[in-house]
């Protein structure tokens, strides 16, 4: 019969004890523990038996995988448990990687806490016994919301921990210590690769409520300008004070991204979005222009595309959040814009054709209106796209013409093939009935046939 992680966690340190060792909890699962929230992902760290020991007792319990064996990390198949052993690191370089790692089984729970990042993440718990082992005051930061490193000398080691820091104070709205933030100022993150430094940034867009604190933090500890120039190029661009009073770019940028992260669940692609809102006015920073006493950016939306793009591929090779993205950027003033117009179905039903997310498209326009300091200067549409969604769902369900009904209907298949069924889309975007879309298609073949 399967058990629970929790259940498999105190089966091994059963077996631990026997040999005369210790097993702990560890990390974001005894922080996350005892702020009321245990999270599903548990780790555990074996002291005072020997990996080959722990490999033994692993392979009596299941199907032992080796994660790490070289590094003492360890699982069993079927369970989301992370089994480890203390480790040493030496700094032999500047990346995340440039470690020297080796197994240390008798390190103690001190030696084995001071190697981890902040004293919220420091603190242990006996998987038996359920003692907290607290060595660094975790859980007096705890309580009072403050994220401080452990250990000055190796904190410095990882740059990674900078971004970690920025993540941990967005999803917990905790505030970092002027000690940590000092350090952070003067660690060097270029040597880092981007799939961690992304790995960082969709933790904290995708898990906070107020993902805007994570760069909030990263610009005050002025670590912007290596992986986020683009968004640090908005600080300082003014805006039309009629439109936006709540300040420059920068500052409405990170209120829009508050607000589509309350909204995100209805987007597609989540992380999609997120990124979307946050690149969606990088066009800003190079359109910005004072004319006749007034600020304009006219063009914005297509002259943040290259950014957006740079942006992204900074940090991801993933083709398919890169066209979302762009995508996104692109169309995120046309909803609020048909909109104000009370534009055509037909025009808003183009509109959402062109999105890879027309859900998403709308909330990503409803975050643009929402992010400004004033409710007043907000106009909701919301009952609109409502509505036009709704609209262009129900006409994209019906019957239309497929290019088997042109075949049936006596046309060959030829170069003007796509063509035609390019205008029967149209068509179906007008809201016209198949039947009578496919007979308008047939005499624009014969048209374009002479």
């Known amino acids: 019969m399967h058990i629970s992680d929790a259940d498999m966690a105190r089966k091994i340190a059963e077996a631990v004890d026997r040999l005369g060792g210790s097993t702990y909890f560890v990390g974001g699962y005894v922080r996350d523990l005892l702020c009321g929230n245990p999270g599903k992902d548990i780790d555990i760290e074996v002291h005072g038996i020997t990996p080959d020991e722990l490999k033994s007792i692993l392979d009596s319990l299941g199907e032992r995988m080796d994660i790490g064996e070289s590094f003492g990390i360890f699982g069993l198949k079927g369970y989301s448990l992370d089994i480890a052993m203390p480790r040493k690191e030496i700094c032999r370089g500047a990346g995340h990687r440039d470690f020297d790692i080796f197994v240390d089984p008798h390190i103690g729970t001190l030696g084995a806490a001071r190697r981890r990042d902040f004293t919220i993440n420091a603190m242990m718990q006996n998987v038996l016994t359920g003692e907290i082992i607290d060595h660094f005051g975790g859980q007096e930061y705890l309580k009072r919301g403050i994220i401080r490193h452990v250990d000055g000398s190796s904190f410095a080691e990882d740059p990674l921990r900078v971004l970690r820091g920025a993540q941990f104070a967005a999803r917990f709205e905790f505030k970092i210590a002027e000690e940590t933030k000092n350090l952070c100022r003067k660690m060097d993150v270029s040597a880092l690769p981007k799939e961690r430094i992304m790995g960082e940034a969709q933790k904290a867009l995708l898990k906070a409520k107020r993902p805007s ?24 661009i003014k805006q039309n004070p009629l439109y936006h009073s709540e300040g420059d770019v920068w500052v409405h940028t990170m209120m829009v991204l508050d607000e589509a992260a309350r909204l995100s669940h209805y987007a597609s692609d989540r992380i999609g979005f997120m990124l979307s809102a946050l690149t969606h006015d990088f066009g800003k920073a190079v359109s910005t222009e004072l004319i006749d006493g007034e600020i304009h950016c006219y063009g914005h939306e297509t002259a943040g595309l290259p950014l957006a793009e740079a942006f992204i591929r900074r940090l991801t090779n993933e083709h398919s959040l890169m066209k979302y993205v762009l995508n996104m950027v692109e169309l995120h003033m046309k909803p609020n814009v048909l909109a104000a117009a009370k534009a055509s179905v037909k025009s808003t039903n183009k509109m959402f054709d062109m999105s890879v997310d027309p859900a998403g498209l709308v909330c ?83 048209k374009i046939g002479k």
């Open 213 to 236: 604190i994570f760069f909030e933090v990263l610009r005050e500890i002025d670590q912007l300008s290596v992986w986020f120039p683009e968004l640090e190029a908005l600080i300082g």
């Open 364 to 446: 990503l326009a409803i975050a643009d209106g929402l992010g400004k300091t004033s409710p007043r200067e907000y106009i909701s549409y919301d009952a609109f796209f409502e509505e036009r969604l709704k609209t262009y769902r129900e006409y994209m369900s019906r019957p239309h013409v497929m290019g088997q009904d042109l075949i049936d209907s006596g046309l060959k298949p030829s170069k003007h093939f796509s063509e035609y069924l390019e205008y029967a889309h149209k068509l179906r975007l007008a809201g016209i009935e198949k039947n009578s879309a496919l007979k308008q298609t047939l005499a624009y073949a014969r």
